[in-house]
């Protein structure tokens, strides 16, 4: 079917859904007898008051701009996230599906279609090339120039896993992992793709590439580059099937996206365990398992973590994550439980087995294997297994080691999504194919607090202030400068390739003007990688690890495993991963009872959030309780060493809808608090505990008290 008659197809749907009448304010007539004239009329009198449209390009005039999304009334419409009202200021009730915006889109790129040599000619001397982004329509505060509402793009997209089908939310225009009938459900949160004839720059401030532009500093590979030294890939023009896309072929163009994903950490534990456990003789220790045996699922497997869609109403490239009954499940191999020898006098932190970085030049750590693993399931000689977060010297057995422990899996990993085009292979414009980075991790627990956004705002703090708040800078995977996995079994990452997870825009001139109203943030989850946490010690969703001729890179491997044991950890040390990992601190006070605490309370989570109050703690551990004892009345804790996130996840007690709430505004609130309260306190923030952490409203009593006593 022609895309005009894809696009007229959403339009009839929708118009009398509230959406001919909206446009019309604008003077489009989505109802034109001849629709594809009525989109290519300049139109006079575009109001960018009327809710959604704010941040609409100052320079958009058409309801189609070919080749520019973003000056397309139509796409802007469709895609923008912010467009909810009718022209009478309802609510609409009906909106696009993922696959009518994918037609506009497609429309956008197929009028006035160039040629090859059309696009070789705008790219000038430039490499061009098909490469896969990750992208997705943002507001204009979201975008790599600020000035109105664009496209961004990444090689890089990030999906996460859930124990739910993924679920588009129409007029959020996106996925969130919450359930509305589960509050234990997590949903699959999907990443889109697409393939685009893409152009190679250098970075370069004054045309916004990359978004956020880095120094020198940022890569252990290249520590003296900065950012106009690296080399970018930039979309010039989307690639679609069919006739439409680009003129001159013989026939019509042919494209597909293919992918491939592992999850190799249990291979990983045990070749990391074989080698730096020697023997007193020099025998490599023995983990109960080598090769060929190691190379095998689950040791390594690429089925069950992630597949493209293949419902027509989310159109073509978006990539889903395979849900499971839970986010994780104990291993499996050869019709018997998984088990690993846990070494003697092993490395733990608290009660996990702890695999030590590699330590390398400038302070550099790369992990080759999960830097914790579970290892608190002691497998008996009869096949029994043992809890041993029912013993109290839990952290003395794991560090003593001696025993097999139960191995579990997560559906995390990486790989890469790969276009195929015969048409376009053997064209002398085209210097190559290259793939995007993919990345399938755990879930976010604040799924509309973007990690670009609390690391732009801690930027404005002052450096004092700053530097007093976090134990690690709140830096996301799109400011990090390394290649993808190069260790990948087939990885088709150069080592020198190492701005993958960089946010660009589209290439091209960069509109002059800027739109003065600012919408409202998008309340989605974002794919991209400014929305996902660094890769430092290691990152929540990706972590660094070191090839063989000393290149770091980008891996999945060193998270742990299975990815809550790591997850405790970073929710408990002061929320290591703001925006990411939920602070725990509140729950366990980790260190505190032996007189060695060192993690404070940063964002700090409300008494519903833990489970002081009703019963629904975001992570299944219940926080601290008031109790008497002789009298007196002491705070309750649960210990950290025997909360086991593993069992918590295995029993599906973790609710990402009790923090889904959390936006970026009110997040900047939780910090702030904690913040100035520590300042009125004084002394060692160390030395206080957060017992009770509640929203208040005027006239609560303890309000009005402390009212009083301050004299307020």
């Known amino acids: 079917m022609p895309l005009i008659d894809q696009v007229k197809a959403a339009c009839k749907r929708l118009a009398p859904q509230g959406w001919r009448d909206l446009l019309l304010a604008h003077g489009l007539d989505i109802t034109a007898k001849d629709l594809a004239q009525e989109l290519s009329r300049t139109l006079p009198d575009i109001k960018r008051s009327v809710k959604g449209f704010e941040d609409f390009s100052l320079e958009g005039r058409k309801g189609i701009t070919p080749g520019q999304p973003s000056k397309s009334l139509l796409y802007h419409a469709f895609a923008s996230a912010n467009v909810m009202m009718r022209a009478n200021g309802a609510r609409l009730t009906v909106f696009p599906t993922l696959a009518e915006i994918e037609a506009v889109e497609n429309y956008v790129f197929s009028v006035d279609a160039p040629s090859l040599q059309q696009l070789k000619n705008r790219a000038g ?3 061009m090339a098909v490469v896969v982004f990750a992208y997705e329509y943002r507001p204009a505060s979201q975008t790599c120039h600020k000035k109105h509402a664009d496209l961004v793009f990444s090689r890089t997209g990030i999906s996460r896993v859930g124990t739910m089908p993924a679920y588009y939310d129409p007029d959020r225009r996106g996925f969130m992992p919450t359930a509305d009938a589960n509050a234990f459900g997590i949903r699959a949160v999907p990443a889109r793709y697409a393939a685009y004839i893409a152009v190679e720059q250098r970075g370069d401030r004054t045309t ?14 290249d520590p003296n580059k900065t950012d106009s030294e690296r080399r970018f890939w930039q979309p010039i023009h989307k690639l679609f099937s069919g006739s439409e896309c680009l003129r001159g072929l013989s026939g019509d163009l042919d494209v597909s996206l293919t992918s491939s994903h592992f999850n190799e950490k249990l291979r990983r534990i045990h070749l990391f365990l074989r080698n730096q456990h020697a023997s007193a003789q020099g025998v490599p220790f023995d983990t109960g398992w080598t090769e060929p045996d190691i190379s095998q699922p689950p040791f390594r497997f690429t089925t069950g973590i992630a597949e493209f869609s293949t419902k027509a109403e989310w159109g073509k490239g978006l990539l889903v994550p395979v849900a499971h009954q839970s986010l994780v499940e104990r291993a499996t191999y050869k019709g018997k439980p998984l088990t690993y020898n846990v070494p003697p006098n092993a490395a733990t932190l608290s009660s996990s087995l702890a695999l030590p970085a ?92 973007d990690q670009r956004e609390l690391t732009e705002w ?42 993958v997870t960089a946010i660009v825009p589209m290439f091209g001139k960069v509109d002059s003007q800027q739109t003065l109203a600012t919408p409202a943030d998008t309340s989605r ?15 929540w969703d990706v972590s660094v690890d070191v090839s063989s001729d ?46 060695q605490g060192e993690f404070f309370t940063v964002s700090p989570l409300t008494d519903e959030e833990i489970g002081q109050i009703g019963t629904m703690p975001w992570d299944g551990a219940a926080g601290p309780k008031v109790v008497k004892s002789g009298g007196e009345e002491f705070a309750e804790y649960a210990s950290f060493a025997h909360v086991d996130y593993v069992e918590n996840a295995l029993n599906n007690k973790f609710s990402v809808r009790v923090t889904s709430h959390v936006d970026l505004e009110e997040y900047q609130r939780r910090v702030l608090a904690m913040a100035l309260a520590y300042k009125i306190l004084g002394g060692n923030k160390l030395d206080w505990i957060v017992l009770s952490f509640r929203r208040i409203n005027p006239g609560t009593p303890e309000l009005v008290k402390a009212q009083a006593e301050a004299q307020l």
């Not at 790591?566 to 980790?590: E, I």
């Open 525 to 539: 989850h974002s794919h991209m990688p400014d929305n996902s946490a660094g890769i430092f010690a290691p990152g």
């Open 550 to 595: 000393i290149v770091l890179h980008l891996s999945a491997c060193g998270l742990g495993s299975p990815f809550p044991e790591d997850a405790k950890l970073c929710a408990a040390l002061s929320t290591f991963w703001p925006a990411a990992a939920p602070d725990a601190t509140r729950t366990f006070t980790y260190g505190a009872e032996s007189g």
């Open 208 to 221: 916004f590439c990359p978004m956020r532009f880095r120094v020198k500093g940022t890569n252990a590979n």
């Open 358 to 449: 590699i330590e390398l030049e400038n302070d550099q750590r790369a992990l080759p294997a999960p830097e914790y693993v579970h290892a608190r399931h002691r497998v008996k000689a009869n096949g029994v297994v043992e809890n041993l977060n029912n013993l109290p010297d839990v952290e003395d057995i794991v560090r003593a080691g001696g025993y097999k422990a139960l191995h579990y899996l997560d559906f995390t990993g990486d790989g890469w999504i790969e276009a195929r085009s015969p048409q376009l292979s053997g064209q002398s414009a085209i210097s190559g194919f290259i793939p995007a980075y993919s990345l399938v991790t755990a879930p976010d627990f604040f799924p509309t607090c």
């Open 125 to 127: 001397t430039a490499r």
């Open 458 to 499: 801690t930027d404005t703090l002052p450096p004092s202030f700053r530097n007093s708040i976090w134990r690690v800078s709140p830096d996301t995977l799109s400011d990090q400068r390394f290649p993808g996995n190069l260790q990948l079994p087939g990885s088709p990452f150069p080592n020198d390739d190492n701005t």
